[in-house]
Every structure is written in C-alpha cells, then in structure tokens.
C-alpha cells in the first residue's frame, strides 16, 4: 500500500502546494515527533499474536469467489480492526497468505475474508476453495492495517474485482460518517464481482455506487473514466490488478483529486534494480538475481517452499538473515537495529550491482 500526492507543477493551485507540504510533515515529522501515524494511529506493531480461529461458515459470493466467516473456536470477540486491515491466514498446509477483512468492524464475533479462485496461482486460493470445510481451524494473526481509511471528506473508492474487499468496509465507514463518497467496482462480468448486495444496501439512493463490467461496457475502463468522480480535495483509495493501479497513478495528475492510496495484489515492478546474486550457505548455490526480478522470485525458483505473503516489504514473512554482502534495505518493516543485525527482506531489498549477498541457510 502507498500514499501519494500530486507533484506540485504547471497547472496546479497554490493551495494544493500548501497540501504538499503540509503532508510531508505529517507524513515525516509527525511519526518522529509522536510515534503514531499522519492519521493519529499507532504504527503496526513488529510482533502480530497468532490467533486460533474455525471457519464458522462458507459462501459463494460471486463466481469463482468464497466468502469465509472466521470465529474463535469459544466464540469470545475476537481483536478490533479497521477498514483496510487484513490478516495473515495460515492453511492447512502451512502456506501463509495475506487477505484483507471485508466485514463490519463492529462485529468483533468473527473476520470476514474472500477469496477468489486462481487456478495459474501458487496453490493458496485452490486450498482454500477446495479442502476448508466448515469447522476446520486454523491460524491467523491478529489484523494490521498497512492500507489505512483517513474518514476524507470526500472519498472515491475504485476496485478491481477482488479489489473490493478491503474497500467495502470503508464505503460502509464513509456512509456511517455522511462523508461525500462514491465507489466504482470494475470487473470481467457481473456475476464475478462479489457483494453487489452489500453495496446496493449502502446507496439506497443509486448515486454512489457504480458497477461496471467489463462485456457490458466494450472493455476494461480507462483511468480517466475511472477518476471521472474525483472533485477538488477528494481523496481516492484504490485496490486492484497491477495495470489498473498504474493507470490511475498514472492519469493521476490531470485528476482534481488531492490525494491518492492505493494496495496491490501483487509486487510492484523493480525500479531501479541492477543485477547480483545470492549465494546460498547451506549448499552454496549460487542464484543471479536479474536486474528487473527480486530477491525472492529467484528463491522460489529454487525452492518453492520459501515462505513468504504481502510482496511489498512490510508483513515480514520473508525474512532472511544475511551472512555477508552489502543490502539495499527497501522494506518498511525492518528497524535500523534489525538491519545492522543482518535481517533483509527479500521481496524487495537487494544489492548493489555485482555484489554477492551470502544467506544463511
């Protein structure tokens, strides 16, 4: 997830330069200064408990898409959230995988996850779709929240697909709060794009929410149609497939909108990369690490079991300790302190170039 705001330059009101700055100081001096976030929350804990939890109950809430409702095997509240979290779920077969929750809230009794069925995927979506009957327990952790809901004045909302899971909760928070909000929820067909229902229920009016499918409207929706809905100070939050989220950021600038926060499904592409290698302690194998792949895809090249979940550099699953070499730290979960013990994560960190980075094991 990231926050961005536009580049002050030609075109620009002088009152949007005064929100630059203003947001590099709460973005940078205020953490320093008070520990808690530039919307008054305490950073996410390095440490997140494991919980254990059953799957009370499965539904099929679009095609290809399985809504599970997760509850403590006593039935006690389970730890408070909000819009934008999500959790770590470890299956049955010990892969861990990221989800954001797509219920209330309020409703501490159980977390809401969906997940859509990706057959080219790595085996998490199958598992989940195929062999977690109801009843079956599990483990997750207790949710963080890297993608927060800052309650703007004015919210557009755009998804894409199972994108609308960690956006649901903040349409039904924006509602609550009478903010001016609208949500646009893309997909391939209607009947792939899950909690239609739901949505429906927070627009009694019809003028906030717009579905569009992709074979109803000649295709996928381009940026600009998509930030159509954007007005002076609106803030957009969006959550979708790789090439949506660059096309937004993107068609970003010539948007009225003030601010932009955004979560991917996957990892973003390698800027600035150069290639390295990897040399591997225990059997010493040496892996070469192109220029435009991470650390981690060559890795699971060699290994499909390394672990590992958000791709972006801050749940911390992929953690590797580094035995010798130089790191390019580019995650923002580790501490200073972790870093100078040898820790990197390596979805995202690398080396300089031609630098050889010894891990262990």
Do not use: K
């Amino acid at each position: 997830m990231s926050h961005e705001l536009p580049p002050a330059g030609r075109g620009r009101r002088p009152e949007e330069r005064y929100l630059r700055v203003l947001d590099t100081l709460v973005r940078y001096y205020l953490p320093l200064s008070t520990r808690r976030d530039r919307y008054g929350r305490r950073p996410p804990q390095a440490v997140s408990a494991d919980l254990a939890v059953l799957v009370a109950a499965r539904t099929d809430v679009a095609e290809g898409v399985v809504s599970l409702l997760l509850r403590a095997p006593d039935g006690a509240p389970l730890p408070a959230w909000q819009p934008g979290a999500h959790l770590d779920l470890t299956l049955p077969s010990g892969l861990r995988r990221q989800y954001s929750l797509c219920g209330d809230p309020a409703d501490r009794s159980g977390y809401r996850i969906a997940v859509r069925h990706l057959p080219e995927g790595d085996g998490g979506s199958a598992e989940i779709h195929t062999a977690l009957p109801e009843g079956t327990r599990l483990t997750v952790s207790t949710p963080r929240n890297a993608f927060p809901f800052a309650a703007d004045r004015s919210v557009l909302l755009l998804a894409g697909g199972i994108g609308i899971t960690p956006l649901l909760p903040m349409a039904r928070e924006a509602a609550r709060r009478g903010l001016d909000w609208r949500l646009v929820h893309t997909g391939r067909s209607r009947a792939g794009m899950p909690f239609a229902e739901e949505l429906a229920a927070l627009d009694p009016g019809g003028d906030r929410v717009l579905l569009r499918p992709d074979d109803e409207h000649g295709g996928p929706a381009g940026a600009a149609e998509l930030l159509r809905g954007a007005r002076p100070g609106t803030a957009v939050y969006v959550c979708g497939p790789a090439p949506m989220l660059d096309a937004v950021r993107t068609a970003f600038e010539d948007s009225p909108a003030t601010a932009l926060h955004f979560e991917r499904f996957s990892s973003a592409p390698v800027v600035g990369g150069r290639p390295f290698t990897l040399r591997l302690r225990g059997s010493g194998r040496v892996l070469a690490v192109p220029a435009d792949r991470s650390a981690l895809d060559v890795l699971r090249e060699n290994d499909p079991d390394t672990p590992y979940s958000c791709r972006q550099g801050f749940c911390g699953v992929c953690r590797r300790q580094v035995v010798s070499g130089t790191v390019e730290h580019r995650d923002r979960r580790l501490s200073e302190q972790e870093r100078a013990e040898g820790q990197m994560l390596v979805c995202v960190s690398r080396a300089p170039e031609g630098e050889c980075l010894e891990l262990d094991g």
